[in-house]
């Protein structure tokens, strides 16, 4: 038997918001990505707790993508099911997102980025979760062979549709993303939002982009638009559960499909970086989790740092990052020092 969920009355007490951009819609600083710990081979008992504990401490913004799962679209089945026991109550509380971009069926319409691929993911994304619409609509990465003018066309129409309310891009570099603002703008239908990788591991979105003559931190600051920043822990990388071996349950131990972290991703190097980073953060009172989502946070232009969770416990522990996102200069010097 599942017990009846009421949400805890003090949620908003519990979360800090940012403003996207320049735009209407404001974001928890902490969101929950479905990547990975959502699909079929995982504990739905787990998962549930997972999304509960989010909105219990104000986490207002669940991150999806048609190929999450494992198998890919298994996370939006699973999502909508607990969605439809637990939270429709809330629906007007929440933002849900979903993208397009990545393989997901065979032929020349199950990927990239035609009108025809994006239009028909999104229409079988609802399906999955049965919702009438999302709240943020992806393109999940550029696609070199479509025009960017149908991509962008095509997210404008999903919002035209009603499907989408606001729609967002990810993965693009600087001068794309760039063009994709430019082209968006001029249909009437604003970019809300870039999702980016960043962490203290990969530091890509602050290197200037030679065509666009900025970083892509830069081109969204200077155009409005938001910036939610995926895999902020490099997928668990930047925690200390990796510096004593490889424990079987983590995302390594477990040898997950479809770009996730295996054991190639822990060389020597990085481990002594992840070593020497740890000891600050036990000297900031943090974990090693708490220090990489506060070092992100202390970013004004990062609008949520968009994390996974395998446990609510885990949640929890990256959502007390909150309580310090400030470093003096001589941590950040240090930490510069470590990364070199
Ligand atoms: P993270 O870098 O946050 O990694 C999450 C993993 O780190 C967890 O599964 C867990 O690993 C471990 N972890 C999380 N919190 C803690 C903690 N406090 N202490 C110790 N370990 C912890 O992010 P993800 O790579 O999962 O990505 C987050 C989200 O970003 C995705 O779910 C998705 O929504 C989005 N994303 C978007 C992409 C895009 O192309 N737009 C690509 C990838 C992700 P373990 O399982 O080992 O316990």
């Not at 009108?115 to 992806?138: A, N, P, T």
Request: hydrophobic letters at 40%; charged letters at 25%.
């Amino acid at each position: 038997m599942i017990m009846a969920y009421t949400p805890a009355e003090d949620r908003y007490k519990k979360m800090q918001y940012r403003r996207s951009g320049k735009s209407g819609l404001q974001l928890p600083a902490i969101s929950l990505g479905l990547w990975q710990n959502f699909g079929e081979a995982d504990d739905m008992n787990v998962y549930r707790q997972t999304l509960r504990t989010a909105f219990d401490n104000g986490i207002t913004h669940f991150d999806l993508a048609n190929n999450y799962g494992p198998p890919g679209g298994s996370a939006e089945i699973n999502f909508g099911k607990i969605f439809h026991e637990d939270f429709t109550a809330y629906r007007d509380e929440l933002i849900i997102s979903t993208k397009a971009g990545y393989y997901m069926w065979p032929g020349p319409y199950g990927e990239w980025g035609s009108k025809k691929y994006l239009v028909s993911s999104l229409d079988q994304s609802l399906k999955r979760m049965g919702l009438e619409y999302v709240d943020i609509f992806y393109h999940h990465r550029p696609d070199p062979n479509t025009p960017l003018e149908e991509s962008m066309a095509a997210l404008d129409l999903i919002v035209r549709q009603g499907k989408a309310l606001y729609v967002g891009i990810s993965n693009y570099p600087a001068d794309k993303a760039a063009e994709a603002i430019k082209i968006l703008k001029q249909l009437g239908t604003p970019c809300l939002i870039h999702q980016p990788r960043y962490s203290m591991l990969d530091r890509w979105v602050e290197k200037k982009d030679t065509s666009a003559k900025k970083n892509l931190l830069e081109v969204l600051d200077a155009n409005g638009v938001g910036c939610i920043v995926f895999s902020p822990l490099a997928q668990g990388l930047l925690t200390d559960k990796y510096l004593k071996g490889i424990p079987a349950d983590s995302r390594v131990g477990r040898k997950l499909p479809n770009g996730a972290l295996t054991e190639n991703g822990l060389d020597t190097t990085v481990l002594k970086k992840v070593t020497a980073l740890n000891e600050l953060a036990l000297q900031r009172n943090q974990t090693m989790a708490q220090m990489a989502i506060a070092w992100l946070l202390k970013d004004k232009r990062i609008t949520s740092v968009l994390v996974g969770a395998s446990s609510s416990k885990q949640l929890l522990n990256s959502i007390a990052s909150l309580g310090d996102i400030s470093f003096s200069a001589e941590e950040l010097k240090k930490i510069e020092k470590i990364l070199k």
